[in-house]
């Protein structure tokens, strides 16, 4: 399937729709919301919050929420992230594991945007939050 060119108006909305999914978090304990939007090879936008548990390991991230969306819907090829965290002071990337997740549905070049507003917005790629990924061929 052929990636989309994502244009920077295009990560603009793809923020502001992780921005709007960031107002659905349930994250009674660490009080900060995060939404992410993935825009997927076929054009569809899939949006995810973080979910928190009170036992903290059962918590599920706002981008593995978003992809996982994306999967159920058959969806496994991604082409833009974006990352709302609007209670912070400064761009919060995401964790380890969202990373991990992330790299398994796209390419390095795959733009990726976060932070709390439009104004602060980080702009990386897949490879850049994820160097040295490997082990791809196993899925082969």
């Known amino acids: 399937m052929e990636k989309i060119i994502v244009t920077e108006e295009k990560l603009h909305e793809l923020f502001e729709a992780a921005m709007q999914a960031s107002k659905?978090?349930?994250?009674?304990y660490s009080k900060f919301p995060v939404g992410a939007a993935i825009l997927t090879c076929d054009g569809r936008v899939?949006?995810?919050?973080?979910?928190?548990?009170?036992?903290?390991?059962?918590t599920n991230c706002a981008e593995r929420t978003a992809m996982?969306?994306?999967v159920t819907e058959g969806a496994t090829r991604i082409s833009a992230v974006a990352i709302a965290t609007p209670k912070s002071d400064y761009p919060v990337g995401p964790c380890g594991a969202c990373r991990q997740v992330l790299t398994e549905f796209g390419d390095g070049d795959v733009p990726v945007v976060f932070g709390p507003k439009i104004e602060k917005l980080v702009r990386t790629t897949l490879a850049e939050l994820y160097p040295y990924d490997?082990?791809?061929e196993l899925a082969d």
């Open 24 to 28: 659905l978090s349930y994250s009674p």
């Open 46 to 58: 899939f949006t995810g919050c973080n979910i928190e548990n009170r036992s903290f390991g059962l």
């Open 68 to 70: 996982f969306n994306a």
């Open 134 to 136: 490997s082990l791809h």
